[in-house]
C-alpha cells in the first residue's frame, strides 16, 4: 500500500526542518514534454497521431517531483515507454495552467495522468515510485488493467474479496473520491478486522491518508492512533507516528503532537527533526520552554547548526524572554542561510517588539 508524498514528508513538515539529500540534477530529458503548450493544442496532436497522453501534474518546489525527474524520466526504459505517448508537464502554480490543474482535480504532486487522445482520462497515480514501479503503472494502465473501471469489475465479480476492495479503496482515495474510497476501505475492515489477512492495517492508512488529503485531520489522527493500538507489529511505528504528529499539528492539537513527539523521540533520541519538532511544538504553546531548550540545543548540537535549527533555538529563546540569546541565534540562522527571507523578518519582529516593551 502507498504512503503517499503528503505522509512521506509528514515530519518534516512538522518539524519545519528536514534533513535530506537532494537529487542530483537528471540529465537533459530526451523526452518531447511539450510544456507551456495550450492543452488544446497537446489534445490536437494526440488525437491526429492516434496516441494517449501522459501528463505530468508538478511543482517546482515538489522534492517527490524532482526525484521523477532524476531518478525515473531519464531511464532508458521509461524514456523508451513514455517516448510512445504525447508526454505533457504541467506547473500547477503556473496561472495558465491553474485550470486544468482543477479540471482534473489536481491536489497533490506529483499526480500522473494517462489519457485517451481525446483528452478524457484512464486513470491516475500519485507520488514518486521508483523507474520499475513506474513503468509497470504506466504499461498496465495502457492495457486497462490495475485501473478504476477494471477494479470495479472485479469488485462486482467478487464483492467480497478483501485485497480487491482494499485496491478499489486506494484508487478512490488517490482520485479525491472520498465516500466510494470509505465505502471500500470500511468493507475491509469488516471482512478482516483482526488483519489476520493483512488487509486491514493498510486499509486504516489509506484511510488516514485520504481523510488528510480532504483535511479531516482529527478524522485522520484517530485513524492512525486506531492504527498503532491495534497493529503495532503491521507498520513502522516511527512512520505512523511522524504522519501522526504532522496531522495533529495541522488540527490544532499541539497538546497531542507534543505527545506524539515525544514517543517518536523514544525510538531515536538523537533524531534531529524529532528533537527540533518537539521543541517548535513546545514553544508554539509557550510551555515546557527549558525541556525545548534542551531538545533545541542538542538538535543545534548534532546538526552542526543547521539554519533551520538555529531558527528554533531563536524561538526558543525568545519565547523564554531571553532576547540576546534570541538574536544570537537567528544571526546564526542568518549566516547560514542569508537569502531566507523568514529568518530576517523573524529578527526584525524580535527587534521591533523588544525595542517596543
Same mark, same amino acid.
Given at each position: 500500500m502507498r504512503t503517499l508524498a503528503i505522509v512521506a514528508l509528514a515530519l518534516a513538515a512538522a518539524a519545519n526542518f528536514a534533513v535530506a539529500e537532494t537529487p542530483a540534477p537528471a540529465p537533459e530529458a530526451p523526452l518531447d514534454w511539450r510544456e507551456g503548450r495550450p492543452w488544446a493544442e497537446v489534445v490536437a496532436e494526440a488525437t491526429a497521431a492516434g496516441k494517449p497522453i501522459f501528463i505530468d501534474f508538478f511543482a517546482t518546489w515538489c522534492g517527490p517531483c524532482k526525484m521523477l525527474d532524476a531518478q525515473v524520466y531519464n531511464q532508458p526504459a521509461v524514456v523508451a515507454e513514455l517516448g510512445k505517448l504525447v508526454t505533457y508537464k504541467v506547473d500547477v502554480d503556473q496561472e495558465p495552467f491553474k485550470p486544468l490543474a482543477k479540471q482534473f482535480g489536481v491536489k497533490a504532486m506529483p499526480t500522473m495522468v494517462l489519457c485517451r487522445s481525446d483528452g478524457t482520462e484512464i486513470d491516475r497515480f500519485l507520488g514518486f515510485r521508483p523507474a520499475e514501479e513506474f513503468l509497470a503503472t504506466v504499461v498496465d494502465y495502457i492495457a486497462g488493467r490495475n485501473t478504476l473501471s477494471d477494479l470495479q469489475a472485479r469488485v462486482a465479480a467478487m464483492p467480497d474479496d478483501p485485497e480487491l476492495l482494499g485496491r478499489l479503496g486506494a484508487k478512490h482515495s488517490e482520485r479525491g473520491e472520498v465516500e466510494p474510497a470509505r465505502t471500500a476501505l470500511t468493507r475491509v475492515l469488516e471482512l478482516d478486522p483482526a488483519n489476520v489477512a493483512g488487509h486491514a492495517a493498510p486499509a486504516l492508512q489509506t484511510l488516514a491518508e485520504m481523510e488528510a488529503m480532504a483535511r479531516d485531520y482529527p478524522a485522520a489522527v484517530a485513524h492512525l492512533q486506531r492504527l498503532l493500538a491495534a497493529f503495532p507489529? $503491521?507498520? /513502522?511505528?516511527?512512520?505512523?507516528?511522524?504522519?501522526? $504528529?504532522?496531522?495533529?499539528? %495541522?488540527a490544532g492539537d499541539l497538546p497531542g503532537q507534543t505527545a506524539t513527539f515525544r514517543e517518536l523521540l523514544k525510538l531515536n533520541p538523537d533524531d534531529v527533526r524529532t528533537l527540533n519538532a518537539l521543541a517548535w511544538s513546545l514553544s508554539e504553546q509557550k510551555q515546557g520552554l527549558e525541556e525545548a531548550t534542551t531538545h533545541a540545543l542538542r538538535a543545534a548540537e548534532l546538526s552542526g547548526d543547521d539554519p533551520e535549527v538555529c531558527d528554533t533555538v531563536a524561538v526558543v529563546y525568545y519565547a523564554r524572554g531571553m532576547t540576546t540569546e534570541a538574536l544570537s541565534w &537567528? /544571526?546564526?540562522? &542568518? *549566516?547560514? /542561510?542569508?537569502?531566507?527571507? *523568514?529568518? %530576517?523578518?523573524? %529578527?526584525?519582529?524580535?527587534?521591533?517588539e523588544t525595542a517596543g516593551k
Amino acid at each position: 500500500m502507498r504512503t503517499l508524498a503528503i505522509v512521506a514528508l509528514a515530519l518534516a513538515a512538522a518539524a519545519n526542518f528536514a534533513v535530506a539529500e537532494t537529487p542530483a540534477p537528471a540529465p537533459e530529458a530526451p523526452l518531447d514534454w511539450r510544456e507551456g503548450r495550450p492543452w488544446a493544442e497537446v489534445v490536437a496532436e494526440a488525437t491526429a497521431a492516434g496516441k494517449p497522453i501522459f501528463i505530468d501534474f508538478f511543482a517546482t518546489w515538489c522534492g517527490p517531483c524532482k526525484m521523477l525527474d532524476a531518478q525515473v524520466y531519464n531511464q532508458p526504459a521509461v524514456v523508451a515507454e513514455l517516448g510512445k505517448l504525447v508526454t505533457y508537464k504541467v506547473d500547477v502554480d503556473q496561472e495558465p495552467f491553474k485550470p486544468l490543474a482543477k479540471q482534473f482535480g489536481v491536489k497533490a504532486m506529483p499526480t500522473m495522468v494517462l489519457c485517451r487522445s481525446d483528452g478524457t482520462e484512464i486513470d491516475r497515480f500519485l507520488g514518486f515510485r521508483p523507474a520499475e514501479e513506474f513503468l509497470a503503472t504506466v504499461v498496465d494502465y495502457i492495457a486497462g488493467r490495475n485501473t478504476l473501471s477494471d477494479l470495479q469489475a472485479r469488485v462486482a465479480a467478487m464483492p467480497d474479496d478483501p485485497e480487491l476492495l482494499g485496491r478499489l479503496g486506494a484508487k478512490h482515495s488517490e482520485r479525491g473520491e472520498v465516500e466510494p474510497a470509505r465505502t471500500a476501505l470500511t468493507r475491509v475492515l469488516e471482512l478482516d478486522p483482526a488483519n489476520v489477512a493483512g488487509h486491514a492495517a493498510p486499509a486504516l492508512q489509506t484511510l488516514a491518508e485520504m481523510e488528510a488529503m480532504a483535511r479531516d485531520y482529527p478524522a485522520a489522527v484517530a485513524h492512525l492512533q486506531r492504527l498503532l493500538a491495534a497493529f503495532p507489529d $503491521a507498520v /513502522d511505528r516511527g512512520e505512523v507516528l511522524g504522519f501522526t $504528529a504532522w496531522a495533529q499539528g %495541522r488540527a490544532g492539537d499541539l497538546p497531542g503532537q507534543t505527545a506524539t513527539f515525544r514517543e517518536l523521540l523514544k525510538l531515536n533520541p538523537d533524531d534531529v527533526r524529532t528533537l527540533n519538532a518537539l521543541a517548535w511544538s513546545l514553544s508554539e504553546q509557550k510551555q515546557g520552554l527549558e525541556e525545548a531548550t534542551t531538545h533545541a540545543l542538542r538538535a543545534a548540537e548534532l546538526s552542526g547548526d543547521d539554519p533551520e535549527v538555529c531558527d528554533t533555538v531563536a524561538v526558543v529563546y525568545y519565547a523564554r524572554g531571553m532576547t540576546t540569546e534570541a538574536l544570537s541565534w &537567528i /544571526d546564526k540562522a &542568518i *549566516a547560514g /542561510d542569508p537569502e531566507n527571507e *523568514a529568518f %530576517r523578518q523573524r %529578527r526584525e519582529v524580535m527587534v521591533q517588539e523588544t525595542a517596543g516593551k
